[in-house]
């Protein structure tokens, strides 16, 4: 049963820094892509962050580039999201997901349930 689970998540001053998981199970990151994702209250789904199992490529939006870090540990079995210099904008649920292919696509078939990420005074 493929399954992800986010933790990590909580309420940080801007300027802040939180380290997002993604618990996998029912697949494994060697053959899989992951990617996080965020929702703010009222707007759309948008892509955060993705690697690549395939050599280990990174990707990541313009509003977050520098700032956040996707890694991977294949023994654990877990993706991470090290977000730093957080900012209001990047409050938003954050959730990670596999399109079940090796690279990173537009196409996503599972996801977790999501971890609050909440940046404010």
């Known amino acids: 049963q493929v399954q992800l689970v986010e933790s990590g998540g909580g309420l940080v001053q801007p300027g802040g820094s939180l380290r997002l998981s993604c618990a996998a199970s029912g697949f494994s990151l060697e053959n899989n892509a992951i990617g996080w994702f965020r929702q703010a209250p009222g707007k759309e789904r948008e892509g955060v962050s993705c690697?690549?199992?395939?050599?280990?490529?990174?990707y990541y939006a313009d509003s977050v580039k520098g700032r956040f870090t996707i890694s991977r540990d294949n023994a654990k079995n877990a993706v991470y999201l090290q977000m730093n210099n957080l900012k209001p904008e990047d409050t938003a649920i954050y959730y990670c997901?596999?399109?079940?292919?090796?690279?990173?696509?537009?196409?996503?078939?599972?996801w977790g349930q999501g971890t609050q990420v909440i940046v404010s005074s």
């Open positions: 997901a596999t399109p079940l292919v090796r690279g990173c696509t537009k196409q996503y078939q599972y």
């Open positions: 690697i690549s199992s395939i050599t280990g490529s990174t």
